[in-house]
């Protein structure tokens, strides 16, 4: 039992833990209020006098049923659970813990663990929901078995949302330490099921509340109404107004009464045209009908009072859907609702020209089919297309002429780029040079080689360098690569060299990119300093090379220290015109 001042439902709802440190199944929590607070949790019954109410939480209660060794089973390990206090809610066998009604459930509890050795060791501890680990965990520091640093309990409090059948374990994973034993202990290794939401409260009616007092609603839509048709009805018939629209949207259709046949009047003047027109004024609820003849009249007001508040409506599905028309630029927006609408035409200006394109390859061909009427151009650059029919339609029968053939064929010149069509008939035609200017030639030449576990020495040409991937205007051989291609080429060489040292001492190794087509010109230089043995460095380099005459030859060369070394290569050399 425990005196506590005036609770808020939060605060009733949070407190849980008794003197004892949990709660079993069956026990209760008494708390005592001495007056109500408006908005707060009334248990006093409304006199003014303690009442008691009584709270009570489903729990499970258990302990570990084994002492685990946390480093076996590669170092993941669920842990067995024997039951100390039963719930009808919560069903536990071994490792799992099972939900035999549906809720809210808290875990909480500790796992108590004591190392054996002075090795460090580390855990984590998840909650694992239908054999699914859960992504929350707990964990603490290093423990080890010296300084008395060797217990430690892993606590931890997982909520999770549990349908009738839904198993639980509770997972410890080894983060980190060696692979000596490190136990559970089953005394110190508790596990608290709770359901959070299977508080029951116990209490005396409180007193009726005072009336809630609701806000504003939102502003209603602006309504409009419309005069739909207006029609009279058989002598003696009551008048109506009929809404064929909207609520937010009336269109009102008119039967007005019609009257008795009174007796022939005085000759009038020529007949009229009857009701020219009419409209409806809002804000006065009149209807004034127009007529060229004198017909024409106001009626009085014609809205009825307000009517009570209808029913709800239920909501509706919004927008159902929405086409665009790219003749008139109108968006069309669908809705079974009554929301939908169309749109103006949303069609910006024309844009400024754009930039013009680069000249393409023209026409390269066309044809003619007699049987259906269309003409093909075929093109590379997309501008092939074909026509509808070019037949026209069949004129009065003429004089009796001698048959012709219409299109007998077509032919492509690709050396003038002219299409000429044949006929029987004098049909016959051909275009002009169909084809677009040149456009300029690209390159993608390319040459490659590479090789591994190389051994050379001072003054060597780096040969044999291994596989070679070549084209048509460069070749391999000797670990040289040759351009033979036409004179005055760009190219591009890129190349890696991951040198090995293979003496005691520091060899300085130098390494040139060279090309010789009369003498020896060096490129490029690069030095990898100190390379010991069993040691490696890896250098490159990127470089383009214009004008390249033809039968130029490119190589890599050693120079410097006399000591021998070991290299990994490869050379890229690509024509970029």
């Known amino acids: 039992m425990l005196l506590t001042p005036l609770f808020l439902a939060a605060q009733t709802d949070a407190y849980y833990v008794v003197s004892k440190g949990y709660i079993d199944q069956g026990d209760s929590i008494s708390i005592y209020h001495a007056d109500t607070l408006v908005n707060g949790l009334d248990?006093?019954?409304?006199?003014?006098?303690?009442?008691?109410?009584?709270?009570?939480?489903?729990?499970?209660?258990?302990?570990?049923?084994?002492?685990?060794?946390?480093?076996?089973?590669?170092?993941?390990?669920?842990?067995?659970?024997?039951?100390?206090?039963?719930?009808e809610r919560v069903t536990a066998s071994g490792n799992q813990i099972t939900i035999d009604v549906a809720g809210r459930y808290s875990f909480s509890g500790g796992v108590s663990t004591q190392v054996s050795t002075n090795q460090r060791f580390a855990a984590r501890v998840y909650l694992e929901k239908n054999g699914t680990k859960l992504p929350e965990w707990y964990g603490t520091g290093y423990i080890r078995a010296t300084g008395n640093q060797d217990q430690t309990t892993f606590a931890f409090n997982f909520v999770s949302e549990a349908s009738s059948g839904d198993s639980y374990r509770i997972l410890v994973e080894k983060e980190a330490g060696n692979n000596s034993a490190v136990n559970v202990s089953t005394g110190g290794t508790s596990l608290i099921v709770m359901a959070l939401d299977g508080?029951?409260?116990?209490?005396?009616?409180?007193?009726?509340?005072?009336?809630?007092?609701?806000?504003?609603?939102?502003?209603?839509?602006?309504?409009?109404?419309?005069?739909?048709?207006?029609?009279?009805?058989?002598?003696?018939?009551?008048?109506?107004?009929?809404?064929?629209?909207?609520?937010?949207?009336?269109i009102f259709n008119v039967v007005l009464p019609r009257g008795d046949t009174g007796p022939?009047?005085?000759?009038?003047?020529?007949?009229?045209?009857?009701?020219?027109?009419?409209?409806?004024?809002?804000?006065?609820?009149?209807?004034?009908?127009?007529?060229?003849?004198?017909?024409g009249f106001s009626t009085g007001d014609l809205r009825g009072e307000d009517g009570d508040p209808g029913a709800a409506g239920t909501d509706g599905d919004g927008f159902t859907g929405g086409s665009y028309n790219s003749s008139t630029g109108?968006?069309?927006?669908?809705?079974?609702?009554?929301?939908?609408?169309?749109?103006?035409?949303?069609?910006?200006?024309?844009?400024?020209?754009?930039?013009?394109?680069?000249?393409?390859?023209?026409?390269?061909?066309?044809?003619?089919?007699?049987?259906?009427?269309?003409?093909?151009?075929?093109?590379?650059?997309?501008?092939?297309?074909?026509?509808?029919?070019?037949?026209?339609e069949d004129g009065d029968p003429g004089a009796a002429g001698s048959d012709g053939d219409g299109f007998t064929g077509g032919s492509y010149d690709p050396g003038t780029?002219?299409?000429?069509?044949?006929?029987?008939?004098?049909?016959?035609?051909?275009?002009g040079d169909l084809r677009g200017e040149d456009g300029s030639s690209g390159g993608g030449e390319y040459a490659r080689a590479r090789s591994t576990g190389l051994v050379f020495h001072s003054g060597t040409v780096i040969a044999n360098i291994g596989s070679a991937a070549t084209?048509?205007?460069?070749?391999?051989?000797?670990?040289?690569?040759?351009?033979?291609?036409?004179?005055?080429?760009?190219?591009?060489?890129?190349?890696?060299?991951?040198?090995?040292?293979?003496?005691?001492?520091?060899?300085?190794?130098?390494?040139?990119?060279?090309?010789?087509?009369?003498?020896?010109?060096?490129?490029?230089?690069?030095?990898?300093?100190?390379?010991?043995?069993?040691?490696?460095?890896?250098?490159?380099?990127?470089?383009?090379?214009?004008?390249?005459?033809?039968?130029?030859?490119?190589?890599?060369?050693?120079?410097?220290?006399?000591?021998?070394?070991?290299a990994g290569i490869f050379i890229n050399a690509v024509k970029l015109n």
Request: no cysteine; charged share 15%; proline share 6%.
């Open 264 to 295: 022939p009047g005085p000759q009038g003047p020529p007949d009229g045209d009857g009701f020219t027109g009419g409209s409806y004024d809002p804000g006065t609820g009149i209807v004034t009908f127009t007529s060229d003849d004198g017909l």
């Open 199 to 250: 508080i029951i409260v116990d209490g005396v009616v409180g007193q009726q509340g005072p009336p809630g007092v609701g806000q504003p609603g939102p502003q209603g839509d602006a309504a409009t109404i419309t005069v739909g048709t207006v029609t009279a009805s058989s002598p003696g018939g009551a008048p109506s107004f009929t809404n064929v629209g909207t609520p937010n949207e009336a």
């Open 471 to 566: 084209s048509s205007e460069f070749t391999y051989s000797g670990g040289k690569i040759r351009y033979t291609g036409p004179s005055g080429a760009t190219i591009m060489f890129s190349s890696s060299v991951t040198f090995l040292g293979s003496a005691s001492a520091n060899p300085d190794p130098v390494w040139t990119f060279e090309r010789s087509i009369s003498g020896t010109n060096n490129v490029y230089a690069h030095t990898a300093h100190d390379i010991q043995s069993g040691e490696f460095m890896t250098t490159g380099f990127t470089t383009i090379e214009t004008n390249v005459q033809t039968n130029t030859e490119f190589f890599l060369e050693r120079s410097g220290t006399t000591q021998d070394f070991t």
């Open 417 to 431: 780029g002219v299409v000429t069509f044949t006929s029987d008939d004098g049909l016959g035609f051909s275009t």
């Open 330 to 392: 109108i968006v069309t927006f669908s809705s079974d609702d009554g929301l939908g609408f169309s749109t103006g035409d949303l069609r910006g200006e024309d844009g400024d020209p754009g930039v013009a394109g680069t000249d393409g390859d023209g026409f390269t061909g066309g044809s003619y089919n007699s049987s259906t009427g269309v003409v093909t151009f075929t093109s590379d650059d997309g501008l092939g297309f074909s026509t509808g029919d070019l037949r026209g």
């Open 43 to 87: 248990l006093s019954g409304g006199g003014g006098e303690a009442q008691p109410d009584t709270i009570e939480i489903p729990t499970w209660v258990g302990n570990a049923s084994t002492a685990t060794n946390l480093n076996g089973n590669g170092g993941n390990n669920y842990i067995s659970w024997s039951e100390r206090d039963a719930s």
